[in-house]
């Protein structure tokens, strides 16, 4: 699969957690041309904050994965930027690569991610490769339509920010 269609179908789930109430925000794992795990947001629907889209993929396809050994790179794609709790998750389940469409400017962890530093005594705890404006016209798109439909809260002026990138 190719990072747009990883990120097509980022955006394919988070249509379907905007269609539930939650935020637009999905996220898959692939490993070999094969999604291991799909998610969005839960934020509303569970009434807790650390439910985000990629780390609620993560822990699926962490379940998927185990210990054993890895025959392809696993790849997590997220239409949003992904924070730095879900940026360190990805680094400590080996993800190889991540993509995002939109950046969050908020709490985007793409940049700290980048730059972490490697260290010799968990050589395997390192920053994945990261790529982000895949499909971000689309991305921004479904915060705009959110904002739109979002109560008036923290949520819309959120919303009104990364529909305004």
């Not at 009434?47 to 396809?61: K, P, T, Y």
């Not at 379940?63 to 930027?81: I, K, M, T």
């Not at 700290?112 to 395997?124: C, E, H, K, T």
Request: aromatic share 6%; hydrophobic share 45%.
């Amino acid at each position: 699969m190719t990072p747009d269609d990883l990120i097509k179908a980022a955006i394919g789930v988070a249509e379907e957690g905007m269609a539930g109430g939650e935020a637009p925000i999905g996220a898959v794992v692939e490993m070999g041309g094969r999604i291991l795990a799909r998610a969005h947001t839960r934020d509303v629907s569970l009434g807790r904050r650390l439910v985000h889209a990629d780390l609620l993929a993560m822990i699926e396809a962490d379940e998927a994965l185990g210990w054993g050994p890895r025959p392809h790179p696993v790849r997590l794609a997220v239409n949003l930027e992904p924070c730095l709790m879900c940026m360190g998750a990805a680094m400590a389940l080996k993800v190889d690569e991540v993509y995002y469409a939109l950046e969050s400017p908020a709490d985007g962890g793409a940049a700290v991610g980048a730059s972490w530093p490697v260290s010799p005594d968990l050589p395997w705890y390192r920053p994945p490769a990261i790529v982000g404006g895949v499909r971000r016209a689309e991305a921004r798109d479904q915060f705009r339509r959110f904002r739109d439909s979002a109560p008036d809260s923290g949520m819309r002026t959120w919303a009104a920010t990364l529909a305004a990138l």
